[in-house]
């Protein structure tokens, strides 16, 4: 059953995210898109390095281990080794968490859509 609640979120790309920094930071949006690209680099640069970044508020990245595992494949059942490696993660800063715990807007309804009436029996 599908509700409201459970549609797929819309998905923000990093040319429409280039384009929300920079009419934030009133700056070009090539500007804007330039700094996105610096950020991204460092953020990979340092966690490729071993070194966790974190931004206070929204979170942060760090390298950490995974262990090398036996698997079921789902085909046949035969088992699948997978070696150890390692693995970026991201935990989500407290600012973030709240944000994504807050209720979403709810959008109003047009004049020109009137409510569907319920049936009666």
């Given at each position: 059953m ?17 384009h ?55 085909r ?15 935990s989500?800063?407290?600012q ?26």
């Amino acid at each position: 059953m599908t509700t409201p609640t459970s549609q797929a979120p819309k998905i923000v790309g990093k040319d429409e995210l280039s384009h929300l920094v920079a009419a934030k930071a009133h700056v070009d949006v090539k500007e804007a898109d330039a700094m996105l690209d610096a950020l991204m680099e460092t953020i990979r640069e340092q966690v490729a390095k071993g070194r966790q970044v974190r931004l206070i508020g929204f979170g942060s990245w760090r390298l950490r281990a995974v262990s090398a595992r036996t698997i079921k494949s789902i085909r046949g059942g035969t088992p699948i080794h997978i070696p150890a490696g390692k693995r970026v993660s991201f935990s989500t800063g407290s600012q973030l968490a709240e944000a994504a715990k807050a209720p979403a807007p709810v959008k109003k309804a047009s004049a020109s859509h009137k409510p569907l009436k319920k049936a009666t029996r």
